[in-house]
Nanobody
Framework: QVRLVESGGGSVQAGGSLRLSCAAS????????MGWFRQAPGKERELVAQMYSNGITNYADSVKGRFTISRDNAKNTVYLQMNSLKPEDTAVYYCNAQDPFSTYWGQGTQVTVSS
């Protein structure tokens, strides 16, 4: 069982920055992919950023150039650096880990961006 614990959410004004952290109970480098999703009220959960085991990254168009996903394999932690935040970035952010036959989710952390 993979346990994911997010931290770093909070409230910030538009243009500000936040860094989310996701501590995993297992090796992050051995997962097929680690990533961040978000879900705003009344909307479906969507991919924000993803990093594959080979280091290749994938971003939603809406966050390209503003958000950066990274990982520290020694700490089994994945990060999401969010800069130039916009009110439309307001959502619950979830850490995600994918293996060949399983997908794991954290409990989520709230990010609120005020205008």
């Amino acid at each position: 069982q993979v346990r994911l614990v997010e931290s770093g959410g909070g409230s910030v004004q538009a243009g500000g920055s936040l860094r989310l952290s996701c501590a995993a109970s297992v090796s992050t480098s051995r997962r097929n992919a680690m990533g961040w999703f978000r879900q705003a009220p009344g909307k479906e959960r969507e991919l924000v950023a993803q990093m594959y085991s080979n280091g290749i990254t994938n971003y939603a168009d809406s966050v390209k150039g503003r958000f950066t996903i990274s990982r520290d394999n020694a700490k089994n932690t994945v990060y999401l650096q969010m800069n130039s935040l916009k009110p439309e970035d307001t959502a619950v952010y979830y850490c995600n880990a994918q293996d060949p036959f399983s997908t794991y989710w954290g409990q989520g952390t709230q990010v609120t961006v005020s205008s």
